[in-house]
């Protein structure tokens, strides 16, 4: 390996080790609360260094936000190839929890944590798209089950809402532990016996 190969390598490692303190930060002490200084001492290194990589809080943000969603749009890429799009919105949601379930810390940073305001009006612009892709995908998905003459009388834009909202709520209560504070017979199995509940609702549409 070359001395220039082995520096890029190095400074992608550091980068990566970054973007870890950070999420992990943010997830405990909340977006606004984490400071680059913060930081920089989780991962043991100076505030110099962080703002070598990143010039500020939201870069690193952006960065994080830009791998959960590459990251999801992967798993749901692979259901593409399933042509009944009623079959592949059904995969879509077990796809979605197991996503959900194997990066639960990302899944909160993308979906739960409340973010700065700057952050915010930064997610309007085009370069933070990753998110409008993934709901694309599945409103897509949608727009076929309704061309094929699924889900009559329903509309595109609120139905493909109602199912994302059903999944991620389901996942988020999952995620938190929110589910063994109820009186569920079966705790351990009631996330995909309730999804298995939606799918013969939606079998009927």
Not at 107 to 133: H, R, T, V
Not at 134 to 162: N, Q, W
Not at 187 to 203: A, R
């Amino acid at each position: 390996m070359s001395t220039l190969d082995r520096k890029a390598r190095e400074k992608e490692a550091l980068k990566a080790l970054i973007l870890k303190g950070a999420k992990k930060l943010f997830v405990e002490k909340g977006i606004e609360q984490t400071t680059i200084r913060n930081i920089a001492e989780e991962i043991n290194y100076s505030v110099g260094t962080v703002y070598v990589y990143f010039k500020d809080k939201n870069d690193i943000l952006h960065d994080l936000h830009s791998i959960g969603f590459q990251e999801l749009n992967g798993y749901f890429q692979e259901l593409l190839t399933i042509d009944d799009p009623k079959e592949r919105i059904k995969k879509m949601g077990l796809t979605y929890i197991k996503f959900a379930l194997e990066n639960s810390e990302m899944y909160d940073l993308m979906f739960n944590l409340k973010a700065p305001i700057e952050f915010l009006q930064n997610s309007e612009n085009e370069d933070w798209d990753e998110g409008c892709s993934a709901f694309d995908l599945v409103k897509r998905t949608i727009g076929e089950c309704l061309d094929k003459g699924y889900f009559k009388g329903h509309s595109l834009e609120p139905l493909s809402f109602m199912i994302w909202s059903l999944v991620h709520g389901m996942s988020s209560l999952e995620i938190h532990q929110r589910i063994k504070n109820v009186n569920f017979t079966n705790p351990d199995t009631i996330l995909f016996d309730g999804y298995n509940e939606f799918l013969k609702i939606i079998e009927k549409l």
